[in-house]
């Protein structure tokens, strides 16, 4: 590859600069508002589903039997029909199904039950014993809840967030498609529809950056956060 | 001070019918003393103790501490009533996240004392079992004899009348269960805390107890008393298990 190809691309990107950059923001919009949904929703309903378990706290046969064949329902859907069919609902919510913040409505959708799922795992790494102890010392379920279960579990529950984090990361792409923006739209305006390979590559090279570091942040924070 | 009256608890196979876990069984234990409960695995012993502070709740019987019917207790009052009866376990059970302070703090703050009281009371029970030099270390940093020592500490923070311990030396080496047993000794002595132990060995029982009650297939066989290491046995089921020890 000579100067002049560099030039070349080099020239392709600075025009896109401010572009980029907007797709930057309109990413981690989608990316923050569906993570923020998936941990203040998702998070609950992952304890819910891990206290109704058999031989738990709150075992539930019924609700937890219910509770988990919605989490498996909205699961089953591959994302894209999922967005499509939740268009009414993000009209009702946003009241327009156009930008990041409408996309974010099925992102979040999706998002919830794949975090509630993390958390139900993460927390059934916990020792049972651990749990009775608490029990034995007069603790309310409120009190196991805050203290022991997410206490202990804090360094998986790190772990869990940054896999979603990431996996939702590629999500963004596809909800960006149909009018959500981001980098992954971007990619695909530029590098599919326009042949502009160059541009493509690059944002695929800058996604591959972010996860990097959202993995290394997730580990290193989780790591500290481990005591076990 | 613990009176279990005729207490049945069953528990259901997997593959259906019943097992007798504890069967219609009447066990007085006095003020002050360190009671044994001892018999071969599944006679019960593990079972009777949870019955004590409710974590296994009776099919039928009531049980008596400090002369309250903890059956009869709502969800609350048995949470308040459970904060004068600590438990020490096979496995420790401490919080992995939390330092050996922390962990001593733990039923502490559940029971809602101020921070100031907390953090005194904390290092008063960590002299007792000395491990102040310990405080801010994690679990993961100690020994087994150290960790149940942390159990311990955490067992006698509030303030209990009664400590239960589950086979508390049973995953440690002898050298440690006998630093673990004089601790438990010196408890006793020191604050009065009545002690209920489960074990499945003659020696825990003759090195710490006043009196041990045998059990099999979830009754009780006899109630021996123990005087200078001396165990009063007349039930063939309690002579096989001192020909074991």
Redesign the interface.
């Given at each position: 590859m000579d100067i002049a190809a560099l030039n070349a691309i080099w020239q392709d990107l600075s025009l896109l600069g401010p572009e980029i950059a907007q797709a930057l923001v309109e990413t981690a919009l989608m990316l923050g508002l569906g993570l923020a949904s998936a941990v203040l929703l998702g998070g609950p309903l992952g304890i819910v589903l891990y206290l109704t378990r058999p031989g738990q706290l709150f075992a539930h046969r019924g609700l937890h039997g219910v509770l988990g064949w919605c989490v498996n329902l909205v699961r089953a859907f591959p994302f894209i029909i999922l967005m499509v069919s939740l268009v009414p609902l993000t009209r009702l919510i946003v009241g327009s199904t156009i930008g990041p913040v409408a996309a974010s409505v099925p992102l979040a959708f999706a998002a919830i039950p794949y975090f509630a799922r993390l958390v139900e795992q993460t927390l059934r790494e916990i020792p049972r014993g651990v749990i009775e102890a608490a029990e034995a010392m007069g603790a309310s379920p409120w009190q196991i809840i805050r203290k022991v279960l997410l206490n202990e579990a804090r360094a998986g529950l790190i772990s869990s967030l940054t896999i979603l984090t990431i996996s939702f990361l590629s999500y963004t792409a596809v909800a960006g498609v149909v009018g959500g923006g981001g980098i992954g739209d971007l990619a695909i305006r530029y590098g599919y529809y326009r042949f502009q390979t160059d541009v493509m590559v690059a944002m695929v090279l800058l996604l591959v950056v972010i996860v990097q570091a959202i993995q290394f942040v997730g580990n290193r924070l989780a790591h500290r956060l481990d005591k076990r | 001070m613990i009176h279990l009256q005729s207490v049945s608890k069953r528990f259901q196979h997997p593959e259906g019918g019943w097992f007798h876990a504890v069967d219609d069984t009447t066990l007085s234990i006095a003020q002050g003393e360190i009671f044994g409960l001892i018999g071969f695995s599944g006679a019960g012993k593990s079972t009777l103790l949870r019955l004590i502070?409710l974590?296994e709740r009776p099919d039928a019987g009531r049980v008596l501490v400090d002369g309250q019917d903890l059956t009869a207790l709502s969800a609350r009052d048995?949470?308040?009533?459970?904060?004068n009866?600590?438990?020490v376990?096979q496995?420790f059970?401490?919080?992995?996240?939390?330092t050996v302070a922390q962990n001593v703090a733990?039923?502490l703050?559940?029971?809602g004392w101020s921070k100031a009281d907390i953090a005194q009371r904390v290092a008063e029970c960590l002299d007792v079992v000395h491990l102040s030099d310990r405080a801010e270390h994690?679990?993961?940093q100690l020994s087994g004899g150290q960790k149940q020592r942390v159990g311990i500490a955490r067992a006698l923070a509030?303030r209990p009348h009664v400590i239960?311990a589950d086979e508390p030396t049973s995953a440690l080496d002898p050298k440690t269960t006998q630093s673990i047993l004089s601790c438990l000794k010196e408890i006793n002595q020191r604050f009065g805390v009545t002690v209920v132990i489960v074990t499945h060995e003659m020696g825990v029982v003759r090195s710490v107890c006043h009196r041990a009650a045998v059990l099999d297939q979830g009754s009780v066989v006899e109630v021996m008393d123990i005087a200078g290491g001396e165990v009063d046995a007349r039930s063939e089921l309690a002579r096989s298990l001192l020909e074991a020890a």
């Open positions: - | 502070n974590l048995l949470r308040h009533a459970r904060q009866i600590g438990m376990f496995q059970n401490l919080l992995a996240n939390r733990f039923p703050e559940i029971a994690y679990p993961a509030p239960l």
